[in-house]
């Protein structure tokens, strides 16, 4: 009688999840968070006083925010289940390869990225995540069938975030240029991200996705602020002007000292943890819809991504007088559009 009630429970929660109005609402949700985190890393970046050239403190930065993201995630996990989550030691392995993938990788190369190109093109750029999620879990992982409707549909939702990229902000129609190692090291994120989404999926149907999620930001964190100390020590220009002659301990106390700047006020702990919280919510939400869902379903949605990071940039950032609202109108249209389409089997 338990074991079947176990399977009933399993079988309403399945249903819930895979409802096509809860899948929506939730994945704009995490599309949303993740699209807040665009502004917030700005606005990180003032209150921490750390310059587009340091990129050891802002790897710094991004491990101590994916850190705090894991104990988070674990956290809100052990209370929706009314119990401590702790992996097996079959988890491990998959913990190992998500913080590879999702934490180290994709941030690793994002941010030394984003400091060598234009954020027009590292959006762009990172919209490709998409196709290359979809490409990969057809293709690759035969997960589900590459069929027409969800080619046209990523295709639209690609000129939505395009156009509103290019054209949506005043002045920024002749910014794209050609590639160089900014936009490379983006694109690498960005497969690193599409891998991710897929393993995900495969991971979360044996695994509980609060576990995977929660452990693999505290060890893709932990390797993030250890790669950011190692780069501040042995690529002093990371850590910026004036630190070539340093000793090592005197690199570590100004990175140390540099830092508790910014978490020592009320302002610099609260976006750290904010960013966290972003992390901590968005990614378990998405890994419990890519356990029921085909990536296709699913992955379609991150066209909102930079939609929602363009709009709450204007917000958060003053930047509204450069937002043209109509080129913005047809994005969304498009992207919509998109979406539909892709959702259908």
């Known amino acids: ?27 704009l949700l995490c599309c949303f968070l993740w699209g807040s985190a665009f502004p917030g890393i700005k606005i990180g970046y003032g209150i921490f006083d750390i310059s587009g050239e340091q990129t050891g403190l802002q790897i710094i930065f991004a491990g101590t925010r994916f850190f705090l993201a894991g104990i988070m995630a674990v956290v809100i996990g052990s209370f929706s289940h009314k119990r401590p989550l702790f992996p097996k030691k079959t988890s491990w392995l998959p913990i190992l390869h998500l913080s590879l993938l999702q934490t180290t990788l994709q941030y690793f190369f994002f941010y030394i990225g984003l400091g060598k190109t234009s954020g027009v093109k590292a959006s762009i750029i990172e919209a490709l995540n998409v196709f290359v999620a979809l490409f990969v879990a057809c293709l690759l992982f035969k997960q589900e069938k590459l069929k027409q409707n969800k080619i046209i549909g990523s295709i639209l939702g690609f000129a939505g975030v395009f156009l509103v990229e290019i054209w949506g902000s005043r002045g920024t129609g002749s910014s794209l240029g050609g590639i160089g190692i900014g936009e490379i090291c983006v694109f690498i994120s960005t497969v690193a991200y599409a891998f991710s989404s897929v393993y995900l999926r495969k991971y979360s149907e044996q695994e509980e996705p609060f576990v995977l999620s929660g452990y693999q930001f505290i060890v893709g964190g932990i390797t993030l602020i250890l790669l950011g100390f190692l780069m501040c020590i042995f690529l002093p220009a990371s850590l910026g002007s004036g630190y070539a002659a340093m000793t090592t301990g005197q690199v570590l106390g100004a990175v140390a000292s540099h830092m508790a700047g910014g978490f020592f006020s009320l302002k610099g702990c609260g976006i750290v943890l904010y960013l966290a919280m972003v992390s901590a919510v968005a990614y378990s939400l998405w890994g419990v819809l890519l356990k029921y869902n085909p990536v296709s379903k699913v992955a379609v949605f991150g066209f909102t991504t930079p939609i ?38």
């Open 1 to 27: 009688a338990e074991k079947g009630q176990v399977m009933q429970q399993k079988t309403e929660r399945k249903l819930v999840w895979t409802n096509t109005a809860v899948v929506c609402l939730v994945a």
């Open 308 to 345: 929602f990071g363009v709009l709450l940039s204007a917000i958060l950032l003053r930047e509204a007088d450069t937002l043209r609202i109509g080129v913005l109108v047809i994005s969304l249209i498009l992207v919509s559009i998109g979406t539909l389409m892709a959702q259908k089997n």
